[in-house]
């Protein structure tokens, strides 16, 4: 009953705060490069937690953004887990997300002129020139966060990494970086509208550079990551 009433308050502070950064970053995307505003929307990030009851927190430092581009390979657990990364990561990143969220009103703008790059999984040669043009990015420089799973849990378990973001790291050389999530399952789950206040904690794994798996095998690679990422979360 605590978490009906409770998240009968949140929905609608959040979405207030949602509408109004929205507005304003898109604001700010017609008037500054998208490379030039992650130290804007991190603590926007941020306060996308606050508002939807959740205290942030980091266990350890974000590796230094001299050494990009990365690929930060996250446990994908609900509709927090982009702010979490978000809010501590000190440089530009792009990403791949599902084609079915660049149809929110504003929301899917927003994302578009900040270099979001949309998937539609469901359709293989779409999927390919998607992380193609991912690829691209990566190449000139920039870093991107990426859900190995390719979708949210349902039932708070790591799912089974998909070979895609492995493929990405193997073909621009780009490092990669476990980030282990923890509280974001319990604080909204994808079957569930309801939200639960508590803390949402981030953890950042160990580099694991091109050297360390060019001799690796596709499935080795995503299976080590996969390990990596969850011992973070364990």
Not at 188 to 193: A, L, Q, R, V
């Amino acid at each position: 009953m605590f978490k009906f009433f409770i998240s009968l308050i949140i929905w609608p502070l959040w979405l207030l705060y949602t509408v109004s950064s929205l507005v304003i970053i898109f604001i700010f995307i017609l008037i500054f490069p998208p490379k030039n505003l992650y130290f804007f929307l991190r603590p926007i990030c941020w306060f996308w937690c606050l508002f939807g009851g959740q205290i942030l927190n980091k266990k350890n430092m974000q590796p230094p953004k001299e050494n990009q581009p990365y690929i930060y390979m996250f446990n994908h657990c609900s509709m927090f887990d982009q702010f979490m990364i978000g809010a501590y990561v000190e440089h530009y990143l792009t990403a791949v997300a599902a084609v079915e969220i660049f149809k929110y009103p504003l929301w899917g703008q927003v994302l578009k002129r900040y270099g979001i790059i949309p998937i539609d999984r469901k359709k293989l040669k779409k999927a390919l020139t998607s992380l193609s043009l991912a690829e691209d990015k990566l190449k000139q420089g920039n870093s991107l966060i990426i859900a190995p799973e390719g979708t949210r849990t349902m039932n708070g378990e790591l799912g089974l990494f998909k070979k895609g973001p492995f493929h990405l790291a193997k073909n621009s050389g780009a490092t990669i970086i476990p980030v282990g999530l923890v509280g974001a399952f319990k604080a909204k789950k994808k079957t569930d509208w309801r939200i639960m206040p508590g803390r949402l904690s981030i953890e950042f794994g160990k580099p694991i550079t091109k050297n360390e798996y060019s001799e690796m095998s596709i499935n080795d690679l995503k299976e080590h990551v996969r390990t990596q990422v969850l011992e973070l979360i364990t």
